[in-house]
T-cell receptor, first 112, second 114 residues
Framework: KQEVTQIPAALSVPEGENLVLNCSFT??????LQWFRQDPGKGLTSLLL?????REQTSGRLNASLDKSSGRSTLYIAASQPGDSATYLC???????????FGKGTRLHILP | EPEVTQTPSHQVTQMGQEVILRCVPI?????FYWYRQILGQKVEFLVS????????KSEIFDDQFSVERPDGSNFTLKIRSTKLEDSAMYFC????????????FGPGTRLTVT
C-alpha cells in the first residue's frame, strides 16, 4: 500500500533563505508526483507536477526533483518570502486515471 | 483562467440528514474526483468518475455515498444519512484527459455535521 511521508511536519525560516521540503513514498511504481500549496481553510493549488520519467520541474522560485528509484522528492524554494507561508503537500498518482495519495504536509512559516 | 468551483462553501447539517455537495469542473475536463480532508489529517481519495461511471472508489465511499453528473456541467456528491465523522472539507477535482495528468482542485466545501 502506497504511503507518502513528509518531513519536517513544520518549518520556520527567516525571509530570504532558501529551503528544502522533503517527501518520500513507499512504492516507486508511481505515474507522477505533484506538489500542492494549501492556505489555511482553503483549497489546493497545484505548484508542480513531475512525470515518472522526469527528474525535475521548475516554476519561478520553485524547483521540484524526483528520484523514483529511491522513493524521494524534494521541493526547493529559493529566496523565501512571507507570502510563501502555507502548508505544502506532496502527492503521488499510481495510475493514469487513478487516485492521488497525499502526504500530511509540511507547514511552512516564513519569518519577516 | 478556468477553475473548478464548489458550492456551498460551508454546509451545516444535522446527523442523519442527506446532503448534496456540488461541483462544476473545468468545462472540457473528462475525469472527476472527490477527496476529503478531516481537520488535521491527510487529504483522502473518495472516488473517481469517468465516462459517466465510477472508475475507482475508496473504502470510505460506502453505500451512504453516491456521485452523479446530472448534466454537462455539474458533478455532485451525495451523502444519504450523515454521521458526525463525515464532518470534513470535501474537495472536487477534475482532469483534462488521458494526455494530461494534472488534477485541478476546487476551493472545497466545509461540511459540519452536528
Amino acid at each position: 500500500k502506497q504511503e507518502v511521508t513528509q518531513i519536517p511536519a513544520a518549518l520556520s525560516v527567516p525571509e530570504g533563505e532558501n529551503l528544502v521540503l522533503n517527501c518520500s513514498f513507499t512504492d516507486s511504481a508511481i505515474y507522477n508526483l505533484q506538489w500542492f500549496r494549501q492556505d489555511p481553510g482553503k483549497g489546493l493549488t497545484s505548484l508542480l507536477l513531475i512525470q515518472s520519467s522526469q527528474r525535475e520541474q521548475t516554476s519561478g522560485r520553485l524547483n521540484a526533483s524526483l528520484d523514483k528509484s529511491s522513493g524521494r522528492s524534494t521541493l526547493y524554494i529559493a529566496a523565501s518570502q512571507p507570502g510563501d507561508s502555507a502548508t505544502y503537500l506532496c502527492a503521488v498518482s499510481i495510475g493514469r486515471d487513478d487516485k492521488i495519495i497525499f502526504g500530511k504536509g509540511t507547514r511552512l512559516h516564513i519569518l519577516p | 483562467e478556468p477553475e473548478v468551483t464548489q458550492t456551498p462553501s460551508h454546509q451545516v447539517t444535522q446527523m442523519g440528514q442527506e446532503v448534496i455537495l456540488r461541483c462544476v469542473p473545468i468545462s472540457n475536463h473528462l475525469y472527476f474526483y472527490w477527496y476529503r480532508q478531516i481537520l488535521g489529517q491527510k487529504v483522502e481519495f473518495l472516488v473517481s468518475f469517468y465516462n459517466n461511471e465510477i472508475s475507482e472508489k475508496s473504502e470510505i465511499f460506502d453505500d451512504q455515498f453516491s456521485v452523479e453528473r446530472p448534466d454537462g456541467s455539474n458533478f455532485t456528491l451525495k451523502i444519504r444519512s450523515t454521521k458526525l465523522e463525515d464532518s470534513a472539507m470535501y474537495f472536487c477535482a477534475s482532469r483534462l484527459g488521458q494526455a494530461s495528468y494534472e488534477q485541478y482542485f476546487g476551493p472545497g466545501t466545509r461540511l459540519t455535521v452536528t
